[in-house]
T-cell receptor, first 113, second 112 residues
Framework: DAGVIQSPRHEVTEMGQEVTLRCKPI?????LFWYRQTMMRGLELLIY????????DSGMPEDRFSAKMPNASFSTLKIQPSEPRDSAVYFC???????????FGQGTRLTVV | SQKIEQNSEALNIQEGKTATLTCNYT??????LQWYRQDPGRGPVFLLL?????KEKRKERLKVTFDTTLKQSLFHITASQPADSATYLC???????????FGTGTRLKVLA
C-alpha cells in the first residue's frame, strides 16, 4: 500500500475562496482523522470518521469547515469561505482501530492570502 | 481540561548521549500513550505505544516509560545520533473513542 495519500501538497488561495483538501486512507483501515497543525496550537484534531460515519466533529473550528467521507477510500475537508487564519498544514491519518498506530499522509500546506 | 503537555523548548544534546523527553497529563488517566516522530515537511510517524499497565516498552534504541503516579511518560533515545534530530510528539487515546489527542511536541537536536 502507498500509505495515506493527500492532495494537493500545497495550496495557495485568496481569502473568500473555497478550498477542498482530499485524502485517500490506507485500504482496510476503518478510522480516518483530519488534523490541523500550526506552530502556535500544534496538531489539533478537527474531525474523525469510523466506518465512513462522522463520529466527532467537535474540533471543527466553525461552520466554514465541513468534511465528508462518501466511501471507505476517500474523504474531503472543505473550507468555504477561506480566511487567512486558516493557513496551516492539514493532515489526514487513518488507523485500523482503537489503540493502533495512526498512519499520516504528507499533509497539505494551505496558505490563504 | 484533559490536556497532554510536552516541553515546548527545544532539547539539544551531544551525539552519543541519552535524550530524554517528557509527556505529562493531568485530570485523567489515559489507557495508553503513543510516541511519534515528525520530520520537517512530513507527517508524524508512529514509534511506540505503551499501555497504562505497562511500566516500560523498548524498541531498539528507544525506551518509553509510563508512570501513572507521576502522570508522566518519558521517552528515551540512547546512543543518540544526528539522524535522531526531529520533533517528537506524545499522543493519548481517549477511552471509548477512536481519537488521539497530541501534545505540541518537543524538538530534539543531536549535535555531532
Amino acid at each position: 500500500d502507498a500509505g495515506v495519500i493527500q492532495s494537493p501538497r500545497h495550496e495557495v488561495t485568496e481569502m473568500g475562496q473555497e478550498v477542498t483538501l482530499r485524502c485517500k486512507p490506507i485500504s482496510g483501515h476503518n478510522s480516518l482523522f483530519w488534523y490541523r497543525q500550526t506552530m502556535m496550537r500544534g496538531l489539533e484534531l478537527l474531525i474523525y470518521f469510523n466506518n465512513n460515519v462522522p463520529i466527532d466533529d467537535s474540533g471543527m473550528p466553525e461552520d466554514r469547515f465541513s468534511a465528508k467521507m462518501p466511501n471507505a477510500s476517500f474523504s474531503t475537508l472543505k473550507i468555504q469561505p477561506s480566511e487567512p487564519r486558516d493557513s496551516a498544514v492539514y493532515f489526514c491519518a487513518s488507523t485500523l482501530g482503537e489503540a493502533t498506530e495512526a498512519f499520516f499522509g504528507q499533509g497539505t500546506r494551505l496558505t490563504v492570502v | 481540561s484533559q490536556k497532554i503537555e510536552q516541553n515546548s523548548e527545544a532539547l539539544n544534546i551531544q551525539e552519543g548521549k541519552t535524550a530524554t523527553l517528557t509527556c505529562n497529563y493531568t485530570n485523567y488517566s489515559p489507557a495508553y500513550l503513543q510516541w511519534y516522530r515528525q520530520d520537517p515537511g512530513r507527517g508524524p510517524v508512529f514509534l511506540l505505544l505503551i499501555r497504562e499497565n505497562e511500566k516500560e516498552k523498548r524498541k531498539e534504541r528507544l525506551k518509553v516509560t509510563f508512570d501513572t503516579t507521576l502522570k508522566q511518560s518519558l521517552f528515551h533515545i540512547t546512543a543518540s545520533q544526528p539522524a535522531d534530530s526531529a520533533t517528537y510528539l506524545c499522543a493519548r487515546g481517549v477511552a471509548g473513542t477512536y481519537k488521539y489527542i497530541f501534545g505540541t511536541g518537543t524538538r530534539l537536536k543531536v549535535l555531532a
